[in-house]
């Protein structure tokens, strides 16, 4: 949806539902498209370190025979 700069100022809440929603909302000024509006993701991965714990887990695993492995699925050669 592509909506002038004016509507949109008198819109927003709508406007931002709809792009919650899922909607793609362009705003416009005289009729050039000139910013979107997207969601802020607050889902997911927050601050630094989460995944710290599973670092031994993850090292452990690429052995230099697994390493030697994907070397070749590489090449080609199983």
């Known amino acids: 949806m592509k909506v002038n700069m004016l509507e949109a100022k008198s819109q927003l809440s709508r406007l931002v539902k ?7 909302v362009i705003i416009a000024s005289n009729g050039e498209p000139m910013v979107k509006l997207v969601p802020v993701v607050t889902k997911g991965l927050v601050g630094r370190g989460r995944l ?3 670092a031994t887990g993850i090292d452990g695993a690429f052995t230099p025979a697994v390493d030697a492995q994907v070397a070749r699925l590489f090449r080609g050669k199983p």
């Open 18 to 24: 709809q792009a919650l929603d899922g909607e793609d």
């Open 52 to 54: 710290k714990k599973f």
